[in-house]
């Protein structure tokens, strides 16, 4: 840290500068000195405080998921109740809603297309019971999705014609993990 004589000369002359300033301040107004002291203090302290908890704030308020390297995959549960997971389908990063009551991989028209699929010339000759009735499925297969450091390649899932917000990640693809644990506030994927 030191090895610039230079930087040590600095330092020291911006210690002497501060250094004296605070005793001059102490000195005409130790009462306001003071306070200021405290109010930089704890200035301090909350940016050490949010640095040293970023990475919880992180996924917590953005609801970011995290890969562990014992295989663990954590998410939040966000504002709304749900969980979420993003995984990278044939290479393009697509948000899913986690649904343990859907079946299988469920791709919405418009998160199909980003993943090179093309959605005019599928056959939907499957169907769904939603919540907002029965709609039209397409069956496929997907050349990868993959979540973290898990790849899995040829997976099936279905195409719906609907209009589906988003994408929903069904039991299919989660039994391809040894456990799925909801904790509480956050869900965990292990392998």
Do not use: C
Not at 2 to 27: I, Q
Not at 106 to 131: E, F, K
């Amino acid at each position: 840290m030191f090895d610039d004589p230079s930087r040590l000369v600095y330092l020291v002359l911006l210690l002497l500068v501060v250094g004296g300033s605070v005793l001059a301040s102490l000195r005409n107004r130790p009462g306001q000195a003071v306070q200021q002291m405290m109010i930089w203090a704890l200035i301090f302290l909350g940016v050490v405080a949010v640095a040293g908890l970023w990475p919880e704030f992180q996924r917590t308020l953005l609801n970011r998921q995290a890969v562990y390297e014992d295989g663990r995959i954590e998410t939040p549960v966000a504002m709304d109740g749900h969980y979420y997971l993003t995984a990278e389908v044939n290479g393009t990063p697509i948000r899913f809603v986690v649904d343990t009551g859907a079946t299988s991989i469920v791709l919405s028209r418009a998160d199909a297309a980003r993943a090179g699929l093309d959605t005019n010339s599928l056959a939907y000759i499957g169907q769904a019971q939603t919540a907002n009735g029965t709609v039209a499925t397409a069956p496929v297969r997907l050349d990868s999705i993959a979540i973290g450091p898990f790849t899995d390649a040829n997976v099936r899932a279905v195409v719906n014609r609907g209009d589906l917000d988003g994408s929903l990640m069904g039991m299919s693809y989660l039994t391809r993990f040894a456990k799925v644990e909801f904790d509480g506030s956050r869900m965990i994927l292990t392998r």
